[in-house]
């Protein structure tokens, strides 16, 4: 006798199609996209530095792009993880984190959340003049 096998919706072994979750309002998706999870990312490792920091730092705006814009004579062999752009009078300093090629560089969620606070902490540090040991004790343990 043949073996008779439930039809399923998986016909070509490509796996569940859509969420595995349903969200509680259908007008917003459960799962975050990645810009989404880095965004959340930098603002965990952002929030506490800047409360230690803020009556240093003055007025800081951090932000997050996709990808730098470098110019068509770029020569230099590796692409900026993030930018530092001191305020002059009213304007205020500004630290861009850039997901994509801090992205690039990490293979697993705890590297990618190490070189975001490698990379926050370095700024930090330039824009304090201070080492990066001084800005944050954690820095040298990280992997």
Do not use: C
Not at 16 to 25: L, S
């Amino acid at each position: 006798m043949d073996d008779v096998r439930p039809r399923t919706r998986d016909r070509r072994g490509r796996g569940m199609r859509g969420p595995g979750v349903v969200p509680v309002d259908p007008r917003t998706p459960v799962l975050r996209t990645a810009r989404q999870r880095f965004d959340q990312l930098v603002l965990d490792v952002v929030t506490p530095l800047d409360e230690k920091w803020q009556r240093h730092l003055g007025l800081v705006e951090y932000a997050v792009e996709d990808t730098p814009m470098l110019p068509d004579d770029w020569g230099d062999e590796t692409v900026p993880l993030s930018s530092l752009v001191r305020g002059k009078g009213q304007e205020p300093t500004r630290l861009v984190i850039f997901r994509r090629p801090i992205e690039h560089r990490s293979t697993t969620r705890d590297e990618l959340e190490a070189l975001v606070h490698t990379v926050v902490v370095e700024q930090l540090a330039e824009l304090l003049n201070l080492t990066p040991g001084q800005v944050d004790e954690r820095y040298g343990d990280e992997p």
